[in-house]
């Protein structure tokens, strides 16, 4: 540890030592807790930190006649001359005093944020001790692995750094240490591993491992194995050497494509490579579809392209090559796409080469994967279709017909246009739209009668620009042209109003993402190119809501679309979608072939 600075109050820690390097890295969880507290404050230059490991298989006499008591144990230096101390030990004391003594930082936690993670560690220990094969051992792992999902989902709805904003706090440095053990102590006494599919928890804990506090106190793997012997059954057989006869080690990875996505990077995307549209192609409109591994390419005179995933190269080379670029594999790649691609027609009554007067405007999967909506714009008559069809079926079938009948608006009804089509992310049965005139529909698909219900329906108002759905799809968000934001429930009615955080001198908000609570990413565009370049000029801005009504936000304004050869008589549509598995946004315009994505990293910076 560094020295201590006379300017500052000195603390000294007593730890259970480490038995592996006889080191202050403690395998307690609890010291190694007021490990990560005080040494956050030691960052914050609050206070001078000194940690003493205490054998306690042996303890010194100093200690024992001192402070009679184990570890942890706080001492804090009334005077510089330390002629009068402060012992803690009980941890309510400990949590107290540190919270009055070094205020600066404040590392106060959520109280939603210390329940949701309150149990964890409680359910642990009983799966634990549990034998293998017997009945109750399941129901344990199943209540183990709902306490990781309560984490996860909080994580997921909270979109921040760490549990309680984008700082650690107290609950952080209570949390981790144990999840570490449970990671650790769980995989060497029952072969556990916390399930990938809790992509938020992985992405926080590997937030949590880069931090000097946890780096600088957390325990070897031997320590944290040594830690539980003699607290799991005669019966447990570990998987692997006795501690003491391995090298020591310390696990602080992530499983692969966990880690945070690095944002910055614009990829040329072309389906005219291998034969999926014409080369006039100028729409780029794309869905894919995890469930069943197929992507739905939307063209202008071919119809809805279906390709199974299989076919893609495993390395999606041919995502940063343009049509231009010379390929020697010419045979390979003409028979991957003529070999895999299904064709089928946008309306079932059209044949495919009609395909010219209907152009795709938004193509979108539901929530499990199971229906996908394309809506089309009718060049000569310039009326619009919502067109629902079942996933499987349009794959296996033709002359596939869709759910319903096609939903038809004339130009008038819909103010010309159909800017925003958005199924609700938690209920597959659920969608809403936003039409030219600014009017927002949600409707209900109704599995039994299996017709469509209108939920609701607000006024028209030419000042509404686009919408998205809560994280959970419990509320609807709709922007206005100002950045001006309205929250509804699913029925349309009014739950709250945040006012703009931009001025009138901004260019119009044309999209919406939810991304969290309080927290929402604003896209703006002046919907032209710039005078003197061929690129729309594009920005986004997170904006942060918070409790006492401050509005906090962050300018992203580096992300631009090439726009050169892009049709005069279609204004562009534009594309945001979050990909919540990787907290990675998308960012495209149906006019261009370049996409922007804008990983977790820059949407977790704070806001200023």
């Known amino acids: 540890m560094e020295p201590a600075n006379p300017l500052v109050t ?37 206070l001078a930190l000194t940690v003493y490991p205490v054998n306690m298989k042996n303890p010194e006499q100093e200690f024992k006649k001192a402070y009679n008591s184990s570890p942890p144990v706080v001492v804090f230096d009334e005077t510089n001359d330390k002629s009068s101390q402060v012992v803690l030990t009980d941890n309510r004391d400990i949590d107290a005093e540190i919270s009055k003594r070094f205020p ?44 990781f999902k309560r984490i996860n989902d909080y994580l997921e709805e909270m979109g921040t750094k760490f549990l309680s904003g984008n700082e650690m706090t107290f609950v952080d ?19 556990l591993d916390i399930p990938s599919e809790f992509h938020a928890l992985w992405s926080y804990m590997d937030r949590c491992y880069k931090t000097k506090a946890f780096q600088e106190s957390c325990p070897f793997d031997q320590d944290i194995l040594m830690h539980y012997e003699g607290k799991v059954g005669a019966h447990i057989k570990a998987v692997g050497k006795t501690p003491t006869l391995q090298q020591p080690t310390m696990t602080l ?21 291998y034969g999926v549209c014409s080369q006039a192609q100028m729409v780029n409109l794309l869905a894919a579809s995890n469930r069943y591994g197929y992507i739905f390419y939307a063209t202008e005179t071919d119809g809805l392209v279906i390709i199974p995933s299989k076919y893609i190269d495993k390395e999606s080379s ?75 079926k349009l794959i296996q079938t033709q002359d596939s017909a869709p759910l319903f009948s096609p939903m038809y608006f004339s130009a008038d009804h819909v103010g010309g246009a159909i800017p925003c089509f958005a199924w609700n992310p938690a209920i597959s049965s659920m969608f809403a739209y936003i039409d030219g005139n600014g009017t927002v529909s949600t409707f209900e698909i109704d599995q ?4 469509l219900r209108l939920l609701g329906k607000s006024d028209a108002n030419d000042d509404n620009s686009s919408i998205c759905w809560s994280p959970k799809g419990k509320q609807i968000v709709l922007v206005k042209y100002d950045g001006a934001l309205e929250l509804y429930e699913p029925n349309m009615k009014l739950k709250k109003r945040y006012a703009s955080a931009t001025d009138a001198s901004m260019p119009p908000c044309i999209s919406v993402i939810w991304l969290s609570t309080h927290q929402f990413l604003l896209g703006y565009s002046e919907n032209s190119p710039d005078e003197n370049s061929n690129e729309n000029s594009f920005f986004q801005i997170m904006t942060t809501y918070e409790k006492d009504q401050l509005v906090r936000t962050q300018v992203y304004n580096d992300l631009f679309f090439d726009a050169s050869e892009a049709p005069a008589n279609v204004n562009p549509q534009y594309f945001h979608v979050r990909v919540n598995e990787s907290r990675i946004i998308i960012s495209g315009v149906s006019k261009s072939l370049k996409i922007n994505v804008l990983g977790s990293d820059e949407l977790n910076q704070v806001c200023t």
């Not at 730890?15 to 307690?28: G, L, M, Q, Y």
């Not at 039994?448 to 017709?451: A, D, F, P, R, T």
């Open 104 to 147: 600066v930082t404040n590392m106060s936690s959520l109280k939603e944020a210390e329940d949701v993670c309150s149990n964890v560690y409680i359910k642990f220990h009983p799966y634990l001790k549990s034998q293998a094969g017997d009945p109750q051992e399941q129901i344990k792992l199943r209540s183990l692995f709902s306490e």
């Open 253 to 273: 990875t992530v499983p692969d494509g966990i880690a945070s996505f690095k944002g910055g990077k614009s990829l040329t995307i072309t389906g005219r490579q």
């Open 448 to 451: 039994n009668s299996k017709q």
């Open 173 to 191: 440095c209570d949390i981790m240490p144990k999840l570490q053990h449970i990671r650790v102590a769980g995989k060497y006494y029952k072969n």
């Open 318 to 392: 041919h995502l940063s090559k343009s049509p231009d670029d010379d390929d020697d594999n010419t045979d390979e790649n003409q028979n991957l796409g003529k070999n895999s691609i299904i064709r089928r027609s946008y309306l079932p009554t059209q044949m495919m080469n009609k395909n010219a007067s209907i152009l795709p405007c938004w193509i979108s999967l539901n929530a499990d994967d199971s229906i996908i909506a394309i809506v089309l714009l009718q060049l000569d008559t310039r009326a619009w279709h919502i067109i629902l069809y079942d996933v499987v």
């Open 10 to 46: 000195s603390v000294a820690l007593f730890v259970t030592r480490s038995e592996i390097d006889f080191s202050h890295r403690s395998p307690s969880p609890i010291c190694q807790r007021w490990f990560m507290v005080l040494y956050l404050k030691s960052e914050a230059k609050e």
